[in-house]
């Protein structure tokens, strides 16, 4: 893994803390188990959105991806239509992608079949695990829009599912394997 700092040659673990914008984030979120659909829908949208961009821009419009998104609340994104993609796409505090904007929208849309289907868009996340990250991917593709390889696997790794968010030497790893994240399980062991 590169980093989120897209610097190759220091690792997240070891550059992000202390900066304002990643450190909060490495601390407190990254690699942290999570069963929240909203924030499951926030995070894969920010991965989305921070395709081909610095994960520090990203960070830096966090707030304003949230309030033009409602929050990242699935139904209220999902209901969007032309004239919130306009005003999106003319908001000059976010990313304005016209691409991922609309994969936005028709995830938001997809999140809430799943929800209808397995209760939570968390529920559909864990009835798939554990997978390798090809068939993560394979699984995601078949669903998501503007959905690649790198989202899938950064999007994963930041909720708990795949490994590698923290060194093990990194003082935060302690504080996610305490919060038993699912990567670590029994059933993920057999099945890797």
Known sequence: M???????????CESAPGHPWHGPYHDCEYGFPVADDRVLFERLSLEIFQAGLSWLT???????????????DV???????????????????????????????????TILDIQREFGSFANWIAARHPLDLADWVRVFKMRFRF?????VNEFLMSIGYLPG????????????????????????????
């Not at 959905?147 to 989202?151: D, F, K, L, R």
């Open 147 to 151: 959905i690649g390889n790198e989202i």
């Open 58 to 72: 990203v960070l830096k419009k966090r707030e304003a991806l949230n309030v033009a998104f409602a929050g990242f």
């Open 165 to 192: 968010a923290h060194h093990p030497d990194c003082p935060i790893y302690k504080d996610v394997v305490a919060c038993h994240p699912p990567w670590m399980s029994e059933k993920n062991r057999q099945g890797q």
């Open 75 to 109: 139904a209220a994104v999902a209901a969007f239509r032309e004239a919130d993609r306009a005003r999106l796409l003319a908001d000059a505090a976010i990313i304005r992608n016209r691409l991922k904007i609309n994969a936005t929208i028709a995830n938001a849309a």
């Open 2 to 12: 590169t980093g989120k700092l897209d610097l190759p040659v220091i690792s997240y």
